[in-house]
């Protein structure tokens, strides 16, 4: 269940699966096929070449950001890049990025 554009990515590209991939608008696959050999199959911000996802605005002009679409794709990112990204947007927003919502891994005993 693939198609010919997800057959022109490097196995283990995207975080995506094949299906995943037939799920994204027929205007954005041809989009990220053309970002990722714009950005030679790597990382748009390091060089990460594995597990990429595909880096998006969540709060576009066009469209309520929820999904993937022609006007808020960005890029490929690797999931750390695209992290410290949404970090920076949000102090650039002036977004409270307290502690409130982290939560430990660890045991409390």
Known sequence: MSDDLWDRLPSGFLKSTPKGWM???????????????????????????????????HWPERGS?????????????????????GMYEADARGDYRGWDDAYSRRSTS
């Open 65 to 85: 950001g929820d999904k993937l679409t022609i006007y808020n794709v960005r890029g490929l990112a690797c999931s750390r890049c695209n992290w410290h990204l």
């Open 23 to 57: 799920r994204l608008d027929r205007n954005v696959r041809p989009l990220v096929v053309e970002l990722a050999s714009a950005q030679k199959f790597k990382c748009a911000f390091c060089d990460q070449a594995k597990g990429l996802i595909i880096e998006h605005d």
